[in-house]
């Protein structure tokens, strides 16, 4: 039976990196997938030839529109918020925007809840109360999503991860051969996204390897920065493809909702009406 599923997120690429193996999934198995991003991500880092017009958020959003496209996605929505931003000090609001995380609870809720309602959404693609890595808007986009599903009674709610131990083997590796810049810390990873036990679904998702490439390809402005700095979707991307399928074989989920101790799950529509 084909369900209705919509993935939350707080930028354009912030799909490509999560849950854009799932949404391809879902889309090539018949289900219908909504994608919504909350802002238009014209804070994100990129380097000058995208962002010094003023006009990222824009490129970002056409960008985010090619990702859908690649994933299969029926329909994409902007909530119309602006990025918040990863400084120190959120900036004053733009000319006729508002930054997400100033937006009232409620209002934004509502905005994703009437999609929600309009299309009987049966799963939601959310993130944790910390938003997996600790971003402002990532963090909103958790507020916001667990309102817009009490308010929808949106059957299942998923929250998109990474398990932890995982990440930190990984960076573990990678750092004997390859040195970070000065301002990454791995060990922040240390307390980001999820430990492997709370993890509630595992999604084998190699056979759409090509469509999360794709998706993460589509955000050109996120590969990109000036003075030769490397940026981690531009990482991605030189992977081999044989390495890479590997790598971005499985993506993961953490249902609150689940009994502990429950078996792990592999399909996110498992055990829906």
């Given at each position: ?11 354009p ?10 949404m391809?999934?879902a ?6 997938v ?10 994100g ?35 119309g ?21 100033r ?7 509502g ?19 910390n ?9 909103k986009?958790?507020?916001v ?22 990440i930190c ?27 492997r036990?709370?993890?509630t679904?595992?999604?084998n998702?190699r056979r759409?390897?090509?469509a ?14 000036d ?22 074989a ?6 609150p909702?689940?009994?502990?101790g ?12």
């Amino acid at each position: 039976m084909p369900h209705t599923l919509l993935a939350f997120h707080a930028h354009p690429d912030d799909e490509a990196l999560l849950t854009a193996g799932t949404m391809a999934r879902a889309a090539a198995e018949g289900h219908r997938v909504i994608l919504v991003v909350a802002t238009d991500g014209n804070e994100g880092l990129a380097s000058s030839s995208f962002a010094a017009d003023g006009r990222l958020g824009e490129r970002r959003l056409d960008e985010v529109r090619e990702s859908a496209r690649a994933l299969g996605v029926a329909r994409l929505e902007h909530l119309g918020y602006a990025d918040s931003g990863l400084g120190p000090e959120t900036r004053p609001d733009p000319p006729g925007q508002t930054r997400f995380i100033r937006a009232d609870l409620d209002e934004a809720a509502g905005l994703l809840a009437d999609i929600m309602l309009e299309e009987s959404v049966d799963v939601l693609l959310t993130y944790d109360a910390n938003g997996g890595y600790g971003h402002r808007d990532h963090v909103k986009v958790h507020q916001v999503g667990a309102r817009a599903a009490e308010l929808a009674r949106t059957p299942r709610v998923l929250h998109a991860t990474v398990p932890r131990d995982t990440i930190c083997r990984a960076l573990a590796v990678v750092g004997k051969v390859y040195r970070f810049p000065a301002a990454f810390d791995p060990t922040t990873f240390e307390r980001a996204f999820s430990p492997r036990a709370d993890i509630t679904h595992r999604v084998n998702v190699r056979r759409y390897a090509s469509a999360k490439r794709a998706s993460m390809r589509a955000h050109a402005s996120q590969a990109s920065a000036d003075g030769g700095a490397d940026r981690t979707l531009a990482a991605f991307l030189r992977i081999p493809r044989p390495l890479y399928d590997v790598v971005f074989a499985h993506e993961w989920f953490v249902d609150p909702a689940r009994p502990s101790g429950a078996p792990l799950a592999h399909d996110v529509f498992a055990g829906l009406a």
